[in-house]
Nanobody
């Protein structure tokens, strides 16, 4: 079992920044890779960023979002800069073991409960 707990969401104005945190625990061995997905109202959940030896980003967030981790603290972060109204969504931490660069929803084995990010224009 892997447990994922997100924090750091909130309300921010367009152009602002937020940093999301994901606390990981349980079987967080090196075989699991942690990343972020998001789901906007009325839309499907979509990939945002992931770390697997290197980093991968959705085109919509490249250059604005940065994923990082602190292995000593079992934490994964998502620094979000230059936020836009279209970034408004619930952000989920996700753990998978796929060798592909970007996991599909089916390949995610563990999900956090999510944290709400609202960007006002």
């Amino acid at each position: 079992q892997v447990q994922l707990v997100e924090s750091g969401g909130g309300l921010v104005q367009a152009g602002g920044s937020l940093r999301l945190s994901c606390a990981t625990s349980g079987r967080t061995s090196s075989s699991y890779f942690v990343g972020w997905f998001r789901q906007a109202p009325g839309k499907e959940r979509e990939f945002v960023a992931r770390m697997r030896y290197t980093t991968y980003y959705a085109d919509s967030v490249k250059g604005r979002f940065t994923i990082s981790r602190d292995s000593a603290k079992n934490m994964v972060y998502l620094q979000m800069d230059s936020l836009r109204s279209e970034d408004t969504a619930v952000y989920y931490c996700a753990a998978d073991r796929t060798t592909r660069a970007i996991p599909t929803m089916r390949e995610v084995e563990y999900w956090g409960r999510g944290t709400q990010v609202t960007v006002s224009s």
